[in-house]
């Protein structure tokens, strides 16, 4: 027992920094004061049988330390217990050599249950403060426990665990050779994980905030191009040649209704994320080949400000086919409708995302009264229900995410099933080849409208005709 209190003595001054005289240590440790009695008490236990006595000088040892050890808790040589208030080892406890406990500590049962019911720390073990080590588990050599940490399994050596319930965070990595007081450091995967949810966060209101940027200032563009444009032709004179033109409007709802899956080709010179698609780029000889290709209709591309297009090229590409030609562009006024139809185009992209409920209303209104279809495009369950209802009967539904700016197909597929059948459905971005086209057609889309797929390859005549290949392997045969 004496050789016992002497290293539990030597160990204040090998793992407390502020450890000094022998006296110091001698009178103002009350863990150390709380392992010379328990010694006593383990003693009187143990050896002696005299158990009510050990108890006795148990609760002393409690009443003038704060530290609570049973007499039938087995210590091995060197413990520390680093201000020890609120201590509690109970009576199947063992604790090796060399273990560390701060305050706080609880080293419990669970239950009822007899026999070894007390948890075991082996070797050179360091607990941290307030952390719970319950039941009959062990704790392997010179494992770690961070504070607060609560333990109900076995941990192995060389091991650090933290959190509620406590999880192994470093296993067999370096040795920790005696007991540190830095447990203060100890990894925390809840704060590691709550962090990380806060960068996510922060990225997705970076994300957001470009996004948002973007159609801010898509729409400032916008409203400065139509007041240019009406400095130039008012939209009462815009707006006569635009029902003049209601004469030679080609149908453009009959030619995604037309048997079998349409494609509506996409011409565009360029694009924010992908930059100059095409540098000798051509409306007129891209329009005649996609026809040529068995495209059923043109979409053209007509934004100055990303994408460098222009009326222009509407007007040049339609005039080279038999087609009907949607207008692609951020409209975001009914001038900007007036002036498509004045144009020629026999369709008009109303982008859900970019407009308010009343503008869109607006639009849609004024694109029905002049005759012209309105494709109108949505991202997801949100838009796809303010879509409906202003009665769109044309719903292209995009894959590309606006956020993190990637395409997948399967996002027409999960929204497909939010669409009334009596509607016309188009999907648009990330369709690559006649597989997704026939996927596609399976979920009982009308049409596909496909850009840069196309607009990448050598030859978009082929292209297209490929896209609309029949002998493809359906998706079924190919899982």
């Known amino acids: 027992m004496f050789s016992e209190i002497r290293s539990d003595f030597r160990a204040i001054l090998e793992r407390d920094p502020a450890a000094h005289g022998f006296l110091e240590r001698l009178l103002c440790y009350a863990g150390f004061h709380a392992l010379v009695l328990h010694r006593l008490a383990h003693w009187l236990h143990g050896s002696l049988k005299l158990r009510l006595l050990a108890r006795l000088v148990s609760q002393v040892a409690r009443f003038f330390t704060g530290v609570e050890i ?237 994408f460098q297009g222009s009326l222009q090229d509407l007007v040049d590409a339609r005039s080279a086919v038999r087609l009907p030609v949607l207008r692609k562009d951020f409209l975001l006024t009914p001038y900007h409708v007036y002036q498509s139809a004045a144009a020629g185009a026999d369709a008009v992209l109303l982008i859900v995302s970019f407009l308010r409920d009343w503008e869109l209303a607006e639009l849609y209104k004024t694109a029905r009264g002049l005759g012209l279809d309105a494709l109108v495009e949505v991202h997801n369950e949100v838009e796809v229900a303010r879509a409906l209802a202003v009665g769109a009967e044309i719903i292209g539904i995009n894959n590309r995410n606006l956020d993190k700016l990637t395409t997948d197909v399967g996002n027409s597929l999960r929204l497909a099933r939010l669409i009334p059948d009596d509607r016309v459905m188009v999907a648009e971005s990330g369709i690559r080849t006649a597989d997704d086209v026939r996927r596609l057609a399976d979920a009982g889309f009308d049409a596909v409208l496909v850009g840069h797929s196309l607009l990448k390859q050598p030859d978009q005549e082929a292209a297209v005709r490929e896209l609309l290949r029949t002998d493809a392997a359906p998706a079924s045969e190919k899982a």
């Open 70 to 306: 049973h007499p039938g808790a087995a210590l091995g040589r060197g413990v520390f217990i680093d201000h020890g208030m609120g201590v509690v080892i109970g009576e199947t406890a063992i604790v090796g050599d060399n273990c560390t406990l701060f305050q706080g500590v609880t080293l419990g049962g669970t239950g009822k249950q007899t026999g070894k019911r007390h948890p075991t720390l082996e070797e050179g073990v360091v607990v941290g403060t307030g952390a719970k080590v319950l039941g009959n588990i062990r704790l392997g050599r010179y494992s770690r426990i961070g504070a607060g940490s609560v333990v109900v399994s076995d941990v192995p050596a060389e091991s650090t665990v933290v959190g509620v319930p406590g999880r192994v965070v470093v296993h067999a990595g370096t040795k920790v050779s005696g007991a540190t007081l830095d447990h203060g450091n100890l990894p925390d995967p809840i704060r590691n994980a709550l962090d990380d949810l806060h960068e996510e966060i922060k990225r997705a209101e970076a994300e957001m905030r470009a996004h948002q940027g973007f159609l801010t200032e898509m729409r400032e563009c916008k409203l400065r191009e139509v007041g240019f444009a009406e400095a130039h032709a008012p939209q009462a004179q815009v707006e006569l040649r635009a029902r003049e033109a209601a004469a030679g409007r080609r149908p453009f709802r009959a030619a995604l209704e037309a048997p079998g899956i349409s494609v509506i080709a996409e011409c565009k010179q360029a694009s924010p994320s992908a930059g100059v698609i095409m540098p000798d780029y051509d409306p007129v000889k891209l329009a005649r080949a996609y026809e040529r290709g068995g495209a059923r209709a043109l979409s053209v591309l007509t934004d100055r400000c990303h």
